[in-house]
C-alpha cells in the first residue's frame, strides 16, 4: 500500500515493490507549494479520468498506474475494496496534474496536509484603525445650483 507523508516543505509518496512494478514510478516528491487541494473520495473510482497510458487495470479491484487526458497526467494507485482514497490536485512544475491514492488513514493524512500547507495564523496584535481627519462640508455642484439659483451644502 502507498504512504503519503510530509517531509519538511515536500509531500513524499512511497510505494511497495508491487505498486512500483506496476506503475513503473519508483516514488515520488511533491513540493508543498505545487499542491492546490487534497480530499478524501468515499468512491475511488471517481479518481479515474482519461486512459490508462501504464500500469493495472482490473475493474473493481485494482488501479494502478498513469493514466494521461488532456490536462496531462495523474498517478493512480487505488483499491476500492480498501475503502476511500487521497485525492492530491497538484499545478506545475509537478510531474502528475492528480495523485490518487488509497492509504491506511485517509483522514489522518488529508489533515495533516491541509495543516502544512495554511500556516497558523500569526499573533501579532490587529493594526489600530486609521484616524483620519473630518471632512470639510463639500461645495454644492452644479446640479444644486440648477435649482432656482440657490446653493445648499451637504
Same mark, same amino acid.
Given at each position: 500500500?502507498?504512504?503519503?507523508?510530509?517531509?519538511?516543505?515536500?509531500?513524499?509518496?512511497?510505494?511497495?515493490?508491487?505498486?512500483?512494478?506496476?506503475?513503473?514510478?519508483?516514488?515520488?516528491?511533491?513540493?508543498?507549494?505545487? +499542491?492546490?487541494?487534497?480530499?478524501?473520495?468515499?468512491?475511488?473510482?471517481?479518481?479515474?479520468?482519461?486512459? *490508462?497510458?501504464?500500469?493495472?487495470? +482490473?475493474?473493481?479491484?485494482?488501479?494502478?498506474?498513469?493514466?494521461?487526458?488532456?490536462?496531462?497526467?495523474?498517478?493512480?494507485?487505488?483499491?476500492?475494496?480498501?475503502?476511500?482514497?487521497?485525492?492530491?490536485?497538484?499545478?506545475?512544475?509537478?510531474?502528475?496534474? *492528480?495523485?490518487?491514492?488509497?492509504?491506511?488513514?485517509?483522514?489522518? +493524512?488529508?489533515?495533516?496536509?491541509?495543516?502544512?500547507?495554511?500556516?497558523?495564523?500569526?499573533?501579532?496584535?490587529?493594526?489600530?484603525?486609521?484616524?483620519?481627519?473630518?471632512?470639510?462640508?463639500?461645495?454644492?455642484?452644479?446640479?444644486?445650483? *440648477?435649482?432656482?439659483?440657490? #446653493?445648499? #451644502?451637504?
Amino acid at each position: 500500500m502507498a504512504r503519503l507523508t510530509i517531509d519538511g516543505d515536500a509531500l513524499v509518496l512511497r510505494l511497495g515493490l508491487r505498486d512500483r512494478l506496476a506503475t513503473r514510478v519508483g516514488g515520488l516528491r511533491v513540493p508543498l507549494a505545487c +499542491v492546490v487541494k487534497a480530499e478524501v473520495l468515499q468512491e475511488p473510482w471517481r479518481c479515474l479520468r482519461g486512459r *490508462r497510458e501504464r500500469g493495472l487495470d +482490473v475493474p473493481d479491484v485494482a488501479w494502478k498506474g498513469v493514466w494521461r487526458h488532456p490536462g496531462g497526467r495523474d498517478l493512480v494507485l487505488v483499491r476500492p475494496e480498501h475503502g476511500p482514497c487521497v485525492q492530491v490536485e497538484l499545478r506545475a512544475p509537478a510531474e502528475f496534474a *492528480r495523485i490518487a491514492a488509497t492509504v491506511s488513514d485517509p483522514l489522518g +493524512v488529508v489533515e495533516r496536509l491541509r495543516a502544512a500547507l495554511d500556516p497558523p495564523p500569526a499573533l501579532d496584535p490587529p493594526p489600530a484603525p486609521d484616524a483620519r481627519e473630518p471632512r470639510e462640508p463639500r461645495e454644492a455642484g452644479p446640479a444644486a445650483q *440648477r435649482e432656482g439659483g440657490r #446653493s445648499t #451644502s451637504v
